[in-house]
């Protein structure tokens, strides 16, 4: 399910343009991503960057596990984080789809200093993104939409997606985003 996580991310960091950092994203899960081939990744970014790691909770599964998809371990992840080999200057961003899954040594204070979790959708946020991007919309138009979007059913990248694909035509978006809830629900 997206949820705008890297979206937000380059909107934190570029949409002011006050950090004009390049951005490096690195897909941990990578079937050749091994300790040394991750350190050379980070050492062949720029000094000041900002490091978007992404699903890293599909990285390995345990802290000691033998089973480590693609060969990086989480000894291997911590030390080029903020071990020996690590580099100062770095902004370092991690998406993950199972915080439950992740070592509280990965996010320990120190390491992780902000946490922001996005959730699914409330009636409420469904109707203020609504007003929001469509804004001669009527209260009437608004009320049929919320109506028709269960609180906790779709992600603000989901409304977004269809809000843009039916930028000028609110009722074509509610009409796909039924459709969208029926195939769901099994409808």
């Known amino acids: 399910m997206s949820w705008g996580r890297v979206l937000f991310v380059f909107s934190c960091c570029c949409a002011s343009g006050a950090l004009e950092l390049p951005i490096y994203v690195v897909h ?8 040394q081939s991750f350190i050379e990744t980070l050492n062949g970014s720029a000094s000041r960057c900002i490091l978007l790691l992404e699903d890293i909770d599909a990285a390995f599964r345990q802290r000691n596990s033998e089973d480590v998809a693609g060969g990086l371990t989480f000894s291997g992840l911590l ?3 903020d071990g020996v080999v690590a580099q100062e200057g770095r902004l370092v961003f991690m998406t993950t789809n199972h ?7 990965l996010v320990r204070p120190g390491r ?14 469904v109707s203020a993104y609504l007003r929001s991007f469509y804004t001669d919309i009527s209260e009437e138009e608004v009320a049929e939409f919320v109506e028709a979007v269960p609180s906790g059913a779709l992600s603000i990248a989901q409304l977004q997606a269809c809000f843009l694909k039916h930028a000028h035509t609110p009722l074509k978006a509610l009409t796909e985003i039924k459709s969208v809830i029926r195939e769901m629900v099994g409808h």
């Open 99 to 105: 915080l439950e899954r992740l070592d509280p040594a």
């Open 79 to 81: 030390n080029a984080l």
């Open 112 to 125: 992780v200093d902000l946490m922001v979790e996005f959730h699914l959708c409330t009636k409420e946020m």
């Open 28 to 35: 941990l899960s990578g079937p050749k991503l091994t300790d």
